[in-house]
């Protein structure tokens, strides 16, 4: 289990990105949570697998359709257990 905490920076709101990564996250299991921030950028955390969690955090890179990611800062973050995903 890894836990990564990621703010995505660009034109990413108003284009469906947190219900995107809302969906991904479903079918990799991953647990966490995504918002809109105040100053434009998407923040989330996303805890699981390794793989389907570094396999969500690329998917931040790039964005739906319509997003113009322009950058993406990754920390790593101790596990807490998480369960579900939670859009606000």
Wanted: glycine share 14%; hydrophobic share 40%.
């Amino acid at each position: 289990m890894i836990r990564r905490r990621v703010v995505v920076r660009g034109h990413v709101q108003g284009v469906f990105f947190r219900d995107s990564v809302r969906r991904r996250a479903a079918q990799g299991a991953v647990a966490g949570w995504v918002r809109n921030c105040p100053d434009g950028s998407v923040e989330a955390a996303f805890e699981g697998e390794a793989e389907a969690v570094e396999a969500l955090v690329g998917f931040c890179r790039t964005g739906p359709r319509g997003a113009h990611v322009e950058s993406v800062e990754v920390t790593e973050e101790d596990p807490r257990g998480d369960h579900g995903f939670t859009v606000g």
